[in-house]
């Protein structure tokens, strides 16, 4: 396990499988979350309004009403964090869900060190720290306020989604996305409506842009027949 989080990050896991729930529970604890359990909607909505959380993890599937009518009343008036938990591996119901607000998909069966590593990047998106508002490595800055990159002291031109790429990137050092995933966190879309290839392209932009030898990347690396990582040092 990692680092713990602030305890001040709050968790909310809405399951009608107690299993599911106990298990989640039980490894978000250990990681230094607090959480929170509620097996349906109606205990979900009450839960929301007692004690807002920080995250939502939200089962697709509940009894009586579904987490999808959750997401969108709970969308009217709040901006809470939402993963969802589903069965479905339906790329229009991912896509589906993240129009509707999600801010990431979950498909079961999954691991709790994957949600860990999920919530710990989403937290990390929507909830960013004073401190973290910029980025330093080894000759290599990025400032999310001012949204300006520097190399070696020296000011890089970014279009607006090389910015978000590479800082979403970078906010979760080592942790390999597919391009799927990069559509989706960073452009907020899909392969069903948008190629792959513009993922592919804007990397290639970016070690253009940031990298000494672009063919011998140092920041951006290529995991064959998976997708993109950061590497925070050389």
Same mark, same amino acid.
């Given at each position: 396990?990692?680092?713990?989080?602030?305890?001040?990050?709050?968790? #909310?896991?809405? /399951?009608? =499988?107690?299993? +599911?729930?106990? $298990?989640?529970? &039980?490894?978000? !604890?250990?990681?230094?979350?607090?959480?929170?359990?509620?097996?349906?909607?109606?205990?979900?909505?009450?839960?929301?309004?007692?004690?807002?959380?920080?995250?939502?993890?939200?089962?697709?599937?509940?009894?009586?009403?579904?987490?999808?009518?959750?997401?969108?009343? #709970?969308?009217? /008036?709040? =901006?809470?964090? +939402?993963?969802? $938990?589903?069965? &479905?591996?339906? !790329?229009?119901?991912?896509?589906?869900?993240?129009?509707?607000?999600?801010?990431?998909?979950?498909?079961?069966?999954?691991?709790?060190?994957?949600?860990?590593?999920?919530?710990?990047?989403?937290?990390?998106?929507?909830?960013?720290?004073?401190?973290?508002?910029?980025?330093?490595?080894?000759?290599?800055?990025?400032?999310?306020?001012?949204?300006?990159?520097?190399?070696?002291?020296?000011?890089?031109?970014?279009?607006?989604?090389?910015?978000?790429?590479?800082?979403?990137?970078?906010?979760?050092?080592?942790?390999?996305?597919?391009?799927?995933?990069?559509?989706?966190?960073?452009?907020?879309?899909?392969?069903?409506?948008?190629?792959?290839?513009?993922?592919?392209?804007?990397?290639?932009?970016?070690?253009?842009?940031?990298?000494?030898?672009?063919?011998?990347?140092?920041?951006?690396?290529?995991?064959?027949?998976?997708?993109?990582?950061?590497?925070?040092?050389?």
């Amino acid at each position: 396990m990692g680092v713990a989080p602030p305890r001040t990050h709050r968790i #909310l896991v809405v /399951d009608d =499988d107690e299993g +599911v729930r106990a $298990l989640l529970t &039980r490894y978000l !604890e250990l990681e230094g979350y607090e959480v929170e359990q509620a097996g349906d909607g109606a205990s979900a909505m009450a839960a929301l309004k007692a004690h807002p959380p920080d995250l939502l993890l939200l089962d697709v599937m509940l009894p009586s009403e579904d987490g999808l009518h959750i997401l969108t009343r #709970l969308r009217k /008036d709040s =901006d809470v964090a +939402v993963i969802l $938990l589903t069965g &479905r591996d339906a !790329e229009a119901d991912r896509v589906l869900g993240l129009k509707l607000g999600a801010d990431d998909y979950v498909v079961k069966p999954f691991s709790p060190a994957e949600i860990a590593a999920r919530i710990a990047t989403v937290l990390r998106r929507v909830r960013p720290a004073a401190a973290s508002t910029r980025l330093e490595f080894d000759g290599l800055t990025i400032d999310m306020t001012t949204r300006e990159v520097a190399v070696r002291g020296q000011p890089i031109t970014t279009t607006a989604k090389e910015f978000d790429l590479l800082a979403f990137l970078a906010s979760s050092p080592r942790q390999v996305f597919s391009r799927e995933q990069l559509l989706e966190h960073v452009w907020q879309s899909s392969s069903a409506w948008q190629s792959a290839d513009t993922v592919t392209e804007h990397i290639r932009r970016l070690r253009k842009r940031i990298e000494q030898d672009p063919e011998h990347p140092k920041w951006i690396a290529t995991v064959w027949s998976v997708g993109y990582r950061f590497e925070p040092s050389p």
